[in-house]
Nanobody, 128 residues
Framework: VQLQASGGGLVQAGGSLRLSCAASGRTFSRYTMGWFRQTPGKEREFVAGISYSGRGTFYADSVKGRFTISRDNAKNTVYLHMNTLKPEDAAVYYC??????????????????????WGQGTLVTVSS
């Protein structure tokens, strides 16, 4: 699975952005997907995850209620809708595909080590 993230940019605090992650190949629907973010000097942190079927969603406490993850298996795309953005949300956002098909577990879905395929990252900047 090859992943291409897009949709980052500069937004004012309180604003919204939608990130997209397009996957190549016909096996996208088999994989649980996740969004992570990273700032300089910090470890990559989990933001949100969605099961391969889309029925299970998971969020970091810091974004719960503000961000929504969704997927369109027909378009091989996973989205991250980000609302009420805060300056602390600024980071490079990465999408990732789980290493094992037709599988996920919680809390393991929050661990970057569970993901085998990563996109290149898209930068989100939030001005205060």
């Amino acid at each position: 699975v090859q992943l291409q993230a897009s949709g980052g940019g500069l937004v004012q605090a309180g604003g919204s952005l939608r990130l997209s992650c397009a996957a190549s190949g016909r096996t996208f629907s088999r994989y649980t997907m996740g969004w992570f973010r990273q700032t300089p000097g910090k470890e990559r942190e989990f933001v949100a995850g969605i099961s391969y079927s889309g029925r299970g969603t998971f969020y970091a406490d810091s974004v719960k209620g503000r961000f929504t993850i969704s997927r369109d298996n027909a378009k091989n795309t996973v989205y991250l809708h980000m609302n009420t953005l805060k300056p602390e949300d600024a980071a490079v956002y990465y999408c990732a595909a789980y290493g094992q098909s037709y599988y996920y577990s919680n809390p393991e879905v929050r661990r970057s080590s569970e993901y085998a395929h990563w996109g290149q990252g898209t930068l989100v900047t939030v001005s205060s």
